[in-house]
């Protein structure tokens, strides 16, 4: 094969394997303004799914609830991810760095349902044991910023890596404290991926059905909890709307957070420039 | 400089390290315990393995009658086996699809490549459930593959993909597509394209270079990438629920079913600490690969 037409392959590949990833989100885009609550038939244009939303007092509820929980959670796991970024970053030697690497990349494997079941277990054991913590939001949020942890390490872990050290450094010779350095010095040049990690834990979040499921106790219900049981009993129009409205939502933060990483980048690369 | 960190330290490593270890690491713990555990109809739903009798002795009563249930019962097998299949096959084809897919990416103008990986990134972090059901919404037997092909005259009767494996295969590919392409573009990228010149210059056909040099080189992202699809595949739920019929038995639909259709809670646990001995495997190989990756 020329080099040419090598090319043309695999970028068609691409752009086929990027069809397939959009359609059917454009379709259900599409079908949400739909006026026939039909699937097949288009009755016309209609923005009425999205107004029915705005009186369903159990989805209003669940969501209201799912965003605390992805509030909280995601600031949590920024905490813990970053101190744990920097745990295994700066130092080289300590008891426990091969559990900590361990626990936190195998959560980003770990199948959600068993984390779930799990995580479950010793909530109950927990409960019989110091009554704390009951079934409901601070369960969730518990286990969310477990699973969130393990992204914001890996995503901070790998900026930190490749911030110069020497900045921080000069720093202490001019009599800085190693916290005041790292604060005022190193922490600017992480925040974006601070912020960006902030953003995909806040959608991961948002999303997950199968650990709230379990997590949850019978009285609360996140919102990817009623979308499931919604979509479970059939269609029904008013969820096309919704996904619409949270598609929208998240690529919005995606796209922030995309942005920031790579101005960052950019900026960096600048000075590095500049800096020569 | 390093030593003044030290005394500090541990007030940044144990809050990461004490959180994980709580809330990770020891509640397998509690599933293994409760695995050996009985139903009991009490709140929880199970009875005491280990316990302290009247005259404060431990007392413990453990019993494999769960594990024994796995292997007499055929469900799980089958579950098992079919839920392994599947997350096989749809690693093998998420595969021959996102390495062509990295490869492009790789070898695109640094400028679009930002672009590139934002595109493929963004429905990767899109709800999950979302996508789930907007693949059902193309697949129906009423949805938009079928109207459009009645409508072009290719077909006369709908097609039945729904609540069949094509379904399900079909919901993983699309779903975990964008782990597989991530890695793979990591390593990929990383490539030093002389290496292939000098391979050109040397009388190497462009298919040997990529098979002596790009695809040994790419190993790393190849195992990673097929380890995030193959492992969380496995486990799926959502997709064979909602896109599956009755004999897409998949092993999470099994223990979500075991424990919210039937509430054998201990049974549930047994399946999950099965289903983890199964998982350690992959899931040391992808450690393995991870780690190394990083220090590099």
């Known amino acids: 094969m020329r080099p040419e037409r090598r090319s043309t392959v695999l970028v068609s590949v691409l752009f086929f394997g990027i069809a397939v990833l959009y359609l059917p989100i454009l379709v259900l885009i599409g079908y949400s303004f739909n006026a026939s609550p039909l699937v097949n038939v288009w009755g016309g244009f209609s923005t009425a799914w999205y107004g029915q939303l705005l009186h369903d007092r159990q989805l209003l509820g669940a969501a209201l609830l799912s965003l605390q929980v992805a509030v909280a959670a995601s600031t949590g796991a920024v905490v813990l991810g970053t101190l744990a970024a920097v745990a295994l970053v700066r130092f080289a030697r300590f008891p426990g760095r091969l559990l900590l690497t361990g626990m936190v990349n195998a959560p980003l494997v770990m199948p959600e349902i068993i984390t779930g079941i799990t995580q479950l277990l010793l909530f109950v054991s927990m409960v019989q044991l110091f009554s704390w913590p009951h079934r409901g939001l601070t369960t969730i949020v518990l286990s969310h910023v477990t699973f969130c942890t393990a992204y914001v390490t890996v995503t901070v872990q790998s900026r930190l890596q490749s911030a110069d050290r020497s900045l921080e450094e000069a720093a202490m010779d001019l009599g800085a404290t190693p916290a005041r350095a790292f604060l005022e010095v190193t922490l600017p040049i992480i925040a974006p991926a601070l912020i960006s990690s902030w953003l995909l834990c806040f959608t991961l979040s948002l999303d997950d059905l199968v650990i709230s499921s379990f997590v949850a106790g019978p009285g609360a219900s996140t919102l990817p909890m009623v979308i499931y049981s919604k979509v479970k009993l059939g269609v029904s129009p008013d969820i096309n709307a919704l996904a619409t409205v949270i598609v929208c939502a998240v690529g919005v933060c995606i796209v922030v957070a995309g942005w920031l990483m790579t101005r960052s980048d950019r900026r960096r690369a600048l000075e590095a420039q500049l800096a020569r | ?296």
């Open chain 2, 1 to 296: 400089m390093k030593a003044s960190w030290r005394p500090g330290r541990w007030l940044i490593i144990l809050p990461p390290l004490a959180f994980l270890l709580i809330f990770f690491l020891i509640p397998f713990l509690f599933a293994f315990k409760i695995s050996f555990a009985e139903t009991a109809p009490r709140v929880p739903p199970f009875t005491d393995v280990v316990s302290f009798t009247a005259d404060h002795r431990l007392h413990i009563a453990a019993s494999l009658a769960n594990y024994r249930y796995l292997f007499t019962d055929p469900v799980y097998g089958v579950a098992y086996l079919y839920s392994l299949r599947t997350a096989f096959f749809s690693t093998l084809i998420c595969l021959a699809l996102g390495y062509p897919m990295a490869y492009a990416i790789a070898r695109s103008p640094k400028s679009a490549q930002g672009l590139l990986l934002l595109i493929i990134m963004l429905p990767f972090w899109t709800s999950f459930l979302l996508r789930v059901y907007a693949l059902e919404g193309i697949i129906r037997d009423n949805g938009f593959l079928n109207t459009l092909l009645l409508h072009l005259g290719l077909i006369s009767h709908p097609l039945r993909i729904m609540r069949t494996s094509l379904a399900v295969y079909l919901g993983i590919i699309y779903s975990y597509l964008p782990f597989m392409v991530l890695p793979l573009f990591a390593t990929l990228e990383k490539l030093d394209p002389s290496l292939l010149e000098a391979a050109a210059d040397l009388g190497s056909t462009p298919w040997r270079a990529f098979r002596d040099i790009t695809l040994p080189l790419s190993l790393p992202g190849v195992i990673a990438g097929s380890m995030l699809v193959f492992i969380p595949a496995v486990g799926e739920f959502v997709i064979p629920s909602l896109l599956g019929g009755p004999n897409q038995l998949m092993i999470g639909r099994v223990l979500w079913d075991e424990f919210f259709g039937n509430h054998d809670w201990p049974v549930a646990s047994a399946v999950a600490i099965a289903f983890l001995l199964l998982l350690v495997g992959p899931i040391a190989i992808y450690q393995y690969y991870n780690v190394r990756q990083l220090e590099a």
